[in-house]
C-alpha cells in the first residue's frame, strides 16, 4: 500500500430539501387547508478516526466527497428524507486544514475522534407552517437552504512514542526491525527508506510502545534537500527522539558535525522539536574500531549530559538497556505491574 500522508479534496454537505405547497383535496371535505410538508436536511460531512487506516491512500483516489441532499416535502403533511450523512475514514493523527489559509480545522489525535466539519442546510418549510387565522390558504413554501462546501488539505502526521532520526544509513530500519514486528527494506545504501515505518516494540508485562523510522535526513533538509524533509512532521508528535550515529565511518565523516548538522535542521523546520528529548544511540558497537572511536565523541555528549547508547542493531548488544531508558522516559520508575 502506498504511503500518502498528503491530499487536497473538495467536501460538500447536503443540501436542504424544498417546502411543499399543497392543499387537502378529499370527498366530503371542503376548505381542506394546506398540507405542504418540510423538506428533509441535508446530510453533515463527518471526519472520524479509522483504527485500521494508515495512509490517506483512499482519498487522494476519490478527492471530491459529497453528502445527500435531503428530499422535498410532499403533501398530506409528509416531510422529506433527510440526507445521508457522508462519513469519511482517516488515520488518528490527521491534521484538517482550510487549503486557501492554511487554517487548522480539526487535528484528530485521539483514537475515537469524530467532528461535524460540514453541516447539512436546512429543509424549507412546507406551506402548511405558514397557516394562520388570517391567511388560511398560503400559496409558498421555503426552499431548502444550500449546504457547505470547501477545498480542505489533509496531513497525516503519525502518532508515536519514540522517533528514529539520523543520516542515510546509519541503522535506524536495523534497530526497528530487530525489536518490533516491521520489516522496513535494509539495504547498503542511501536513502533505503522511502517512507516512515511504525513499529510496536512489546516490553515486560505486556507493556508496549510504538516507534517510528522515517527517511534519513541530510543538510538542508529542511529547505527540501533528500528525502526527509517530507517526513520531518511525523516527529513532531514523538514523546522523545532517538538519534542514530554510526562511527564506523571515522575519520572520513565526522559524527559530531553531522549530529549537530541534523540539530539545525530540527530547529529550522521546528524550533520546537529541537527542543524535544534526545538519547543518542551509537550503532555497530560490535565493530572494534567503533568502540574505540566511540572514546573519542563520548566526551562531547558528557560535557552536554546527553545520554549515549551504544548498541549492535546486528548482534542485540546494548538494545536492553536502551529500552529501559525508553521505559523510564514513557513510564517513569517501574513498579510491580513491570
Partial sequence: MSFIDEVKIYVKSGDGGAGCVSFRREKFIPLGGPDGGDGGKGGDVVFKVSPHLSTLLDLRQHPHQKAGRGRNGMGSDRHGANGEAKEILVPRGTVIKDAETDEILADLTEPDSCIVLLKGGRG????ARFKTATHKAPKFAQPGEPGEERWIRLELKLMADVGLLGMPSVGKSSLISKISAARPKIAEYHFTTLKPNLGVVKYKNYRSFVMADIPGLIEGASEGAGLGHRFLKHLERTGQLLH?????????????????????ELALFNPELAEKRQTVVVNKIDLPHVKENLKQVLPY??????????????????????????????????????
Avoid: C
Avoid at 124 to 127: A, D, L
Fill in 124 to 127: 424549507g418549510q412546507g406551506n
Fill in 244 to 264: 542514530l550515529l554510526d562511527l564506523s565511518w571515522m575519520p572520513d565523516r565526522d559524527p559530531i558535525a553531522e549530529y549537530e548538522a541534523i540539530n539545525r
Fill in 301 to 338: 555528549f558528557e560535557e552536554r549530559g546527553i545520554k549515549v547508547f551504544p548498541i549492535s542493531a546486528a548482534t542485540g548488544e546494548g538494545i536492553p538497556e536502551l529500552l529501559d531508558d525508553i521505559a523510564l522516559n514513557l513510564w517513569g520508575e517501574p513498579d510491580e505491574t513491570w
